[in-house]
């Protein structure tokens, strides 16, 4: 099991460094601070998750945010009904998550192409409009499920330990705020992609690549598939649990709106951007489009105009006028050109201009940072 | 590339040596009550105080949002004695010198909450945590006043809640750190029955479509309410998803279900579809049970009523201020916001312009920024002077006491803006209610929060 | 009892038309050129923003200011006199009143060159890449149409006043010679039902009966083939594409005075079009119309008190319950037949 390949190891190691390092090597971009550095962990590990499914096996689930919001809300209720406690409440929405995962999958993986799309998406919808209404005893609606002082916490009565103020989430009686939360959700991240990287090299992962690639010869070797792809289809949903969780850990608020289709695309977008198929692409993919929406939205033309100081006067003006429609409210803009020449002259996703430039500097070795990657396979015609 | 930099502020550090300490498990043996005499969250140590603007600038409730974040800058300039000083001089009693908040310029930061309740938060927690913003305010819906209010207590952060309207937020979701200056669904209910009862008859059938979140339900309620206790029927209630846009399959069954009055318990967006698809269906011109047909709004404003144009005329609703009323306050912010923007202010506006004003001063008469002491200085505090009529924070929830209106859409509006009449200020102690009957419980505001 | 559910009923086919328009253009695609279009809802978004454009410029106003007088905000007034009545009087009153429907006239040309130069620029470089791809760049396309509207148009809603002869209700009971103000419906729900029926037909004809429809159609079944006969079949299909960009802009001309447009009115349509679509067949014309009408019948019923009463919540879920169901039984759903409208 801990027998990894060099690279594999490197990967690992680089891979770690890198988060662990990112309150300082995120500070000139502004965007070392605990909330966003939370997220970035948090949308790493749901879309390093939602890769196990959709980069191996090639099934493009449009419903995954029902799993996210459903760990979500299960981490919060443990809060309320269990404990303060961080671990039960990530074990608790771990598994229920992975419950939810079971049933859909189960059924949604009848089908498959766009049609294993359309179900998992009409699941997720379900759940969505469901929570904003007639779930609201379960969920609290368009609020969003909360902590209060005067939910029961079973657990914590029996040691009798009172806390002053507003309930906030806690690891071992210690506050999960700040940078401890970021510590605590990049351990996981890093859990979460050895465990990927894991399931990747091994015989499970290369059914699973199996069935990307060809599922009709699959089955006709004699593999019956559907076991493998649910397997990878609850694990995502695991995975994204996971993430909600500590979503929930982080800011002990769930709300319905997690749920909805557009975050079940953003993390499409996230895995398809980073480079579908690779271990670290999703990753990066889900840190560039984090970043996009919290730090290109914030930029004001205060802002833009000391950045364009150095021009004369008169063509400042002109600099700023023209890149505010590009920040600010207009960040989604940049996304979407983004997407389009990504998708356009990169068809790998970012980790493949990354293989690209490697590969100019050295032409004789292959490029050791992709081992999963292959050139994008034409799906079933399905 | 100083383009997103931020200092490395002595506290900054601090707090990042802190974290690995925390992680270490040593800050245990750190934590010793006042060890850091008043430290709290963001303590403004430099000659600025950062305001952090919550905004709706996208989704439903965008206009609003537009509108609040105008408000908010004008109120930014007045403090720091730039303008003709708006509300400053009309406030009484008032502690602010137009010099800033205790001498320190006011600046501000946005974040578009997008009328989500998970974004708002997210937008709140950046501006305390990164932009070190000393409070909170802002917001066009209920659940997103509701969600940041929970993370502000959490964090220890003031929020001076915008255009909020569900019983909840200073009801069963109320908060220390939380204050709202709008009115809630409840008034509404106290205010427009009468009304209703006095237009309309004692012997009326009415039929709710209700947008189905907190909001929607506890408005429901309270129209229900005020109108049974005239001696109405409620032939129905029906729930609509938020942001459906076409109603149309919830407005055919009303058009025969026997019912004689339409109430459209809907908000923004939602009310202008609604409200215009209704009119569409014939639903004005319309007989039942041998009287007219009519549509209630129990809520509005004028920018919904621009909206919806010529469909808003003669239909009644309350709503928390209006510019063409005369007293003092709002004649000096309607003429100062005009000043500015163009147009009058929306209600949206001036409840955001006047929750601005009222933090500061509470800053000022406390004399300093720390949290508690705050509270403290706007829990129970009267005043007068901002549009309203005297006006009371109340301490047991946080909730505003002050006038009223019922409104009608004009029949003949002179202007764009000129889309309301005001029907009748109810007055305070008409709308005061008892506190206890909504439960909830506002929690500790010391010790205050540190946040990260 | 009768006349409500008549009247459900009525509701159900006008949603089901409106539904059945939008999915055709997407289905159009999907089954000539095999592109699972995401900005779909973009050109629909687009198509609306051409009527608002339209009125726009119908109504442009010269403003003077009048020092003399003050508004009641105590600014100076602001005294606006329209251009084009002021160049064309009654006629120009008259087409103002008419915008919506008039605004066809400018919209049919802008979404046939918008579709043909998004085919030829972008979209034809995708016929044979992973659907996948073709997601995310068609997406890319659509967020990049509906922020460029927003800095145009701003993020709120523009109303569109439908003419004045054609708003309120039409009493459809009395013309059927039942009781009379039992069964009314509104005028231009009327309208646009009627509307979609003509452009969902006027399709139909075209590929059934005219020779260009016979290749493309031929073209769908067998693009090879067809392009050994020396048929330049490359050349019809941006045509194709862009008569589906036509027919989604025309259906979001006609929506407006319904729902006022904002730059994010495609996206909310997007994911309900692509389940009428899958719902009816991934690129069968037929299968799109008839769940088009199926699900807005069913949603329309679901609203309804007393079936909500039965099952709560389920209008909220009817559309996806019921593709959920149909994709399990009918494996393509409706009318999806493999290999021939398939690429």
Known sequence: ?382 | MTLLKRGLSRRRVLQTGMAGIIGSGVAPLMFTKGAWAQEFCNNPTGDTVTFGLNLPLTGAYAEEGADEQKAYELAVKHLNGEGDGGLIGVLTPTALKGNGILGKKVAFVTSDSQTKSDVARAGATRMIERDGAIMVTGGSSSGEAIAVQGLCQELGVIFMAGLTHSNDTTGKDKRRYGFRHFFNAYQSGIGLGPVLGQEYGKDRRAYHLTADYTWGWTQEESMKAATEALGWQTVEAVRTPLGAGDFSQFLTPVLNSGADVLILNHYGNDMVNSLTQAVQFGMRDRQANGKDFQIVVPLFSELMAKGAGANIKGIFGTSNWHWNLQDPGTVAFTKSFGAAYGAPPSQAAHTAYVQALLYADAVERAGTFYPPEVIKALEGHEFDGMGNGPTLYRAEDHQCMKNILVVQGNDNPTSEYDVLNVVQEVQRDVVTYDPAIFGGDLGPAEPAPLCA | MFEVIFLQFLNGLDKGAAYALIALGLTLVFGTLGVVNFAHGALFMLGAFCAVLFRQLLTLETVTIDPTKLSPWGQPLEVRAPLVQAWFGDFGAVLVNYSVPASIIITIPIMLLLGILLERGIIKHFYKRPHAEQILVTFGLAIVAQEVIKSFFGPNPIPQPMPTDLRGAADIGAFLGMQANVITYPIWRLIYFLFSAAIIGGVFAFLQFTTFGMVVRAGMADRETVGLLGINIDRRFTIMFGLAAVVAGLAGVMYTPLLPPNYHIGMDFLVLSFVVVVVGGMGSLPGAVAAGFLLGILQSFASMTQVKALIPGIDQIIIYLVAVVILLVLPRGLFGRRGVMEA
């Open chain 1, 1 to 382: 099991m801990l027998a990894m390949s060099r690279n594999d190891l490197l990967l690992f190691l680089g891979f770690t460094i890198a988060v662990l390092a990112m309150p300082i090597w995120l500070q000139p971009f502004g965007a070392a601070y605990p909330d966003l550095l939370q997220r970035f962990m948090i949308f790493g590990i749901f879309a390093v998750g939602f890769n196990i499914l959709f980069g191996l096996t090639g099934y493009l689930s449009f419903g995954h945010a029902a799993f996210f919001g459903v760990g979500s809300y299960a981490a919060v209720w443990s809060f309320k009904l269990l404990s303060l406690d961080a671990i039960p409440a990530m074990i608790f929405a771990v598994v229920v998550s992975g419950l939810f995962a079971l049933a859909i999958g189960f059924v949604s993986l009848r089908r498959s192409g766009i049609y294993f799309s359309i179900l998992t998406l009409a699941f997720a919808q379900m759940s969505y409009n469901l929570a904003y209404s007639v779930l609201t005893p379960i969920t609290n609606g368009e609020t969003g499920l909360q902590l209060t002082l005067g939910d029961p916490r079973h657990f914590d009565r029996l040691f009798g330990e009172a806390m002053p103020g507003q309930p906030v989430p806690t690891l071992l009686g210690q506050s999960l705020g700040g940078f401890t939360g970021f510590y605590f959700c990049a351990g996981f991240l890093i859990l979460a992609f050895f465990i990927a990287q894991r399931i990747t090299g091994s015989p499970f992962g290369m059914m699973l690549k199996g069935i990307k690639s060809n599922q009709t010869r699959m089955n006709y070797t004699g593999f019956n598939t559907k076991p493998y792809t649910l397997a990878a289809f609850v694990i995502s949903g695991m995975y994204a649990g996971l993430a909600g969780a500590l979503l929930a850990v982080t800011d002990p608020l769930a709300g319905a709106e997690r749920m909805q289709w557009t975050a079940s695309g953003e993390v499409v977008l996230m895995t398809i951007l980073g480079g579908a198929g690779t271990l670290v692409g999703p990753v990066i993919g889900a840190w560039l489009i984090k970043y996009f929406e919290n730090i290109f939205s914030a930029i004001n033309e205060t802002i833009l105009a000391r950045f364009w100081d150095f021009l004369p006067d008169g063509a400042d003006h002109f600099a700023v006028v023209v890149s505010s429609k590009f920040v600010g409210e207009g960040w989604f803009l940049t996304l979407g050109l983004v997407f389009v020449l990504i998708v356009v002259f990169l068809p790998g996703g970012i980790m493949e201009g990354v293989r690209r430039i490697a590969h100019l500097f050295d032409r004789k070795r292959s490029s050791p940072t992709n081992p999963g990657k292959t050139a994008p396979h034409p799906q079933p015609a399905e």
